[in-house]
């Protein structure tokens, strides 16, 4: 079915038709099976639970549109950034008490600051809290934000743990905290940020971003999604550098104490993770 | 000897790991040009009673005192640069030859004003039976017994007033062990090295 929206046409897809492109999973479960990888169960879980969470959001969505209040916005807002803290706390292998929090903190301070920035003083939306630009785009920097957050703390846990005897050496030849702990830390945040990097450097020639082809197959000018995900793209590089930094430096001061010790005591692998859910 | 203050007094340390109890009412005092040896088995926790010392774990009880002052009062690193604990595997750190490894710590704030002396790290390295290439070896390829034997030049080229060593000789030949314990008593005995 065609479809004029306005500006442009874009394609309407019925049910059926997300139906049959969800049958293109039995294309991964099929070599799951033949190759003996074990991830049948877990690809179809995957699915499953990513259908019915963007079958959700959608009605979430559509609510939350109708209802033009700052409010139910910020709400939304807040969930998925609890709920982005929670995903990117049970990723890395050591962990220590406060992880969640310090996730939640380096998530939210960079996501909001940046969304508040780029719809405020980049798009200029009126109002600032307009649902159909603030979700999206406090959605993409959110989804950034994780993975950059993630890789930043585990990459930094997982170095304190290897490397510990290399920082306890540098604190016994003299060395402060921050000297000790500097070239880890560095390491960390590079880690955090190398997807976003990776990816900016490959765009439009290897990929095409999924926002951009998004907007042209509903109908965008091309040198609109252009501009669009140009913007995009500055705001997730500054998210990233700011989540990761952020988680790594308050991991820093939660397992270093202000006495220049290294506390790894405070550091505890995860003992309860199933092997199935990790792959390799 | 015995009239001189003393440099480094632990009173009443206590050490436990889950639950067990390693040691209590351990007191020591050492004077300049004393020599201490502490001797136990296995897992009697005598790494641990060092890192106490050197400040890299907090004390359970007691105190710990150097040069009059409490390891409380202190800036560990300020502490640890005099009061220097030598680990039984030292990383050797960033630093891809000898002599890199061995000028990496003077970049550290404890040591600011200061940097290192090749001269006298040759003559070090000579007097542990290496020869002048020594220094321009790479690090990342010494054995186990040269690592040592750089985590220990490094230590005493940084001139700390009181060396704490956990089995610094251990991966040593016994050619090289005697030199090392050689260097050591000069140390102690004179404050200077080679």
Known sequence: MVRDGGDGVSLHIALWQVAASAALLLVSIGLSWWLKLGLGREILVAGVRMTVQLLLVGLILAWVFALKQPL???????????????????RPKYRYRSLFLDSFVAIFGSSFLLTGLTLSAVLR????????????????????????????AERFTADLHARRGEVEGQLLLGATRWEAAHPLMATAVKTGMLPTLNSMTVMGIVSLPGMMTGQILAGESPQNAVHYQLVMMFVLAASSALGSLGVVLLAYHRLFDNRDRLRLERLGAERLRKPASRPG | ????????????????????????????SLAPGQRLMVVGPSGSGKSLLLRQLAGLDPLESGSITFRGTSQEAWALPAFRAGVM???????????????????????????????LDVPQARQLAQALGRGPEFLALDSVTLSGGEGQLVAL???????????????ATSALDPDTTARAEAVLSEWCATGVTA
């Open chain 2, 153 to 167: 030049l490094r230590a005493l080229l940084l001139s700390p007033t009181v060396l704490l060593l956990d089995e």
């Open chain 1, 72 to 90: 139910p916005v910020v709400a939304i807002g807040l969930v998925m950034t609890l709920l982005a803290a929670q995903a990117s706390s049970a």
């Open chain 1, 125 to 152: 939306i009126h109002p600032w809290f307009e649902p159909q630009y603030a979700v999206p785009i406090l959605g993409m920097i959110l989804g950034n934000s994780v993975t950059s957050v993630a890789l930043g």
């Open chain 2, 85 to 115: 604990l030598l680990p039984q595997r030292a990383a050797l750190g960033a630093g891809v030859t000898v002599q890199e490894v061995l000028a990496q710590p003077f970049n550290l704030k404890a040591h600011a004003g200061r940097t």
């Open chain 2, 1 to 28: 000897m015995t009239d001189l203050a003393p440099l480094l007094t632990a009173t009443d340390l206590r050490r436990s790991v889950e639950g067990r109890l390693l040691f209590e009412g351990l007191s020591f």
